[in-house]
């Protein structure tokens, strides 16, 4: 148990669907970050909010959509995905940014589907 | 842009056996880096940081090393455990987080 949570932990959605991602961490932490973890490729680092400020989007595509209502939460929306969009998504939380003793704790993952 | 490889990609050994899993990184200013484990299909447990004026952590049986200056970073596990079968993953922290793809361990009982 890392302190940090996600939901659901399997997700299958069509294409055309709508769908959410959740994120809660109960560590006090400021940054929170969405990763994409596909197989035979490293982590990519999709959003990062600190102090629900968003402060780094990797060319993300526009039918991936993020919220940070507050520092505990965040949440990634889904739609009109494709399929090469399956993967595990990761959410992970970190206590201070752009310093040398930021570690990050990561959640279980969402494992999604899209058919 | 910072590149992180891992080498091996896989790694088998019997259990009992010390061994070292390699991560290198191309761009020296980072801030720390960080060594995770990954059990299939679940998220990463961090397992060590080593902030940039650090030399080395330990943890248990584990302990990993930094040289900045050569843009290396060895993690070493004493007396394997069948447990210690997972993906490791090394991560260094600079502007972003940039993260290697992971060397695979089995450890055979």
């Known amino acids: 148990e890392t302190g940090v949570t996600q939901t659901p932990r399997h997700l299958v959605m069509g294409m055309t669907n709508k769908k959410s991602l959740k994120c809660e961490q109960h560590?006090?932490?400021?940054?929170m970050y969405w990763y994409k973890q596909s197989a035979k490729k490293p982590l990519e680092l999709m959003f990062v909010y600190s102090l629900e400020e968003r402060v780094e989007n990797n060319s993300v595509p526009s039918r991936f959509s993020p919220e940070c209502p507050n520092s505990s939460h965040l949440f990634l929306h889904l739609h009109t995905l494709q399929p090469e969009d399956s993967a595990l998504y990761l959410c992970a939380s970190s206590l201070t940014p752009g310093t040398t003793y930021n570690e990050q704790f990561f959640g279980p993952g969402t494992r999604l589907t899209v058919l | 842009k910072q590149e992180v490889t891992q080498i091996p990609a896989a790694l088998s050994v019997p259990e009992g056996e010390n061994l070292v899993l390699n991560c290198s990184f191309t761009d020296s200013a980072i801030y720390n880096l960080q060594w995770f484990r990954q059990d299939p299909g679940k998220g990463l447990t961090s397992l060590l940081l080593i902030q940039s004026s650090q030399r080395e952590q330990t943890s248990g049986r584990l302990n990993a090393s930094l040289d900045k200056s050569s843009g290396r970073s060895t993690l070493y596990i004493a007396a394997s455990q069948p447990g210690d079968s997972a993906t490791y993953l090394c991560a260094v922290s600079g502007n972003q987080f940039y993260f290697g793809t992971g060397t695979s361990l089995t450890v055979i009982p």
């Open positions: 560590l006090g932490h400021n940054a």
